[in-house]
């Protein structure tokens, strides 16, 4: 009997972006915070079950491969304001998500 392992498993997709100021000038440094949430068998609340963080390089580039499914995703760097997206992945899709980072009017004044 013949048994092919790689059948049982998805395959992971990536999650690709640059990331830029208002301006249009690449950002490194920034800090991508990757979370899937999942319901906790035993107590029947909703979990983290999977976080993973990544930076932009010098280029203002991240990726990261994760498995299928639906995450939300965390971008933070000091004199931008934070902010959230929620991003679902397919197995074998390549997904850019690349959004402008907005001036955080506490540090810059106003963008």
Not at 15 to 40: E, F, Y
Not at 90 to 109: F, M, N, V
Request: with cysteine; glycine share 10%; aromatic share 10%.
């Amino acid at each position: 009997m013949l048994l092919c392992l790689g059948a049982f498993g998805a395959d992971d997709g990536t999650l690709k972006g640059t990331l830029k100021d208002p301006s249009g000038a690449v950002v490194s440094g920034v800090r991508v915070h990757i979370a899937h949430w999942g319901l906790d068998p035993a107590t029947r609340k909703t979990t983290i079950d999977f976080e993973k963080t990544v930076y932009t390089d010098e280029k203002g580039n991240y990726s990261v491969q994760l498995s299928p499914g639906v995450y939300d995703v965390f971008f933070s760097s000091p004199a931008f304001a934070p902010s959230a997206l929620k991003v679902s992945i397919k197995a074998s899709e390549i997904k850019d998500l690349s959004p402008k980072l907005k001036y955080d009017r506490l540090t810059r004044g106003t963008d």
